[in-house]
C-alpha cells in the first residue's frame, strides 16, 4: 500500500506564500508523475501543475510565473512553491501520484488534502 501525506496548508494573505510538501511512503518501486490538485467550495477539483519523473513540468494557466513544483526522487516528496497568492486560489489542495508498488502493481494515488486560505 502506498501513502500519501501533505503539509504545508494555512491562512495567508494576498500578495504571501505558501510552501507544499507532499511525501509518498509505503510500498514504493517507482513513481511516475506527481501532481498537485485543487478544488475550491461548489467547484470541481482542477490540475494546478505536474512533474514527471524527469523533471518535466507543466502549470494552469492561473498560476504560471506564480507557483513551482519541484521533487525531490530520493525522498519520494513533491513541493509546490506558492507565490504572490490571491483569495482565488483559496482551495483544498491534493496531491497525486503514479506508482508502481513493489509488488509491480500500477495505481494513482491521492493525499487527504490540505487547506489553504488567502484572505486579508
Known amino acids: 500500500q502506498v501513502q500519501l501525506v501533505e503539509s504545508g496548508g494555512g491562512l495567508v494573505q494576498p500578495g504571501g506564500s505558501l510552501r507544499l510538501s507532499c511525501a509518498a511512503s509505503?510500498?514504493?518501486?517507482?513513481?511516475?508523475?506527481m501532481g498537485w490538485y485543487r478544488q475550491a467550495p461548489g467547484k470541481q477539483r482542477e490540475l494546478v501543475c505536474v512533474?514527471?519523473?524527469?523533471?518535466?513540468?507543466s502549470y494552469a494557466e492561473s498560476v504560471k510565473g506564480r507557483f513551482t513544483i519541484s521533487r525531490d526522487n530520493g525522498k519520494n516528496t513533491v513541493y509546490l512553491q506558492m507565490n504572490s497568492l490571491k483569495p482565488e486560489d483559496t482551495a483544498v489542495y491534493y496531491c497525486?501520484?503514479?506508482?508502481?508498488?513493489?509488488?509491480?502493481?500500477?495505481?494513482?494515488?491521492w493525499g487527504q488534502g490540505t487547506q489553504v486560505t488567502v484572505s486579508s
Open positions: 509505503g510500498s514504493i518501486f517507482s513513481i511516475y508523475d
Open positions: 497525486n501520484a503514479d506508482v508502481t508498488s513493489t509488488s509491480r502493481s500500477f495505481a494513482n494515488y
Open positions: 512533474i514527471t519523473s524527469g523533471g518535466g513540468t
